[in-house]
């Protein structure tokens, strides 16, 4: 819990810098190229996490990388500012928060669709026209396959879960027959 506070409290903050000159989509992407960044190089992103190094050395590793990158000076002071207050292990949870900031400043809404087989394009265009008309805001999609669905498809959006799946329907129809409704 402390842990979201914390990622809120410094996405909001860099939003705000964003908002102010302008420049807010670029900072999201400067800080999901980080993120990534250290999810693909984990021993750098362990040592500048880690307080069992000085904040000095961790500084010097972050500098190395930082000196390499195209990121805007406002990012690059703010990642200096997470190492300063021990913060840069929140990296993950910031970037998420900042993003859904960003969207939301933007109409827009993101989407899990979970198949059983893969989507066509032609029918992925259809599904975001038919979730743009239904929650009145622009949709981007993250398509996952799980074959135990058997067909169909699952959409979430937020709290809401369309569940269009074959293997629901079946769970329904055997809570259906257990409870005597098709006798």
Known sequence: MIGSKISRRYAKALLSLGQDDGHYEEYGQNLNEFASFCS????????VSNQIFSVEDRKKVLEAVLEKSLFSNVVK???????????????????????????ELSNITRA???????????????????????????????????DSLIGGLIVKIGDLVLDGSVKAQLEGLKESLKRGEYS
């Open 112 to 146: 899990n669709i979970i198949t059983a087989k893969p989507l066509k394009t032609k029918a992925l265009d259809k599904l975001k026209k038919a979730l743009t008309g239904l929650i009145s805001k622009d949709v981007m999609t993250d398509v996952k396959q799980d």
């Open 77 to 103: 002071n703010f990642l200096r500012l997470l190492v300063d207050k021990n913060r840069i292990a929140a990296i993950g949870g910031i970037t998420d928060y900042y993003s859904k900031l960003t969207d």
């Open 40 to 47: 693909a190089n984990n021993e750098f992103f362990q040592v």
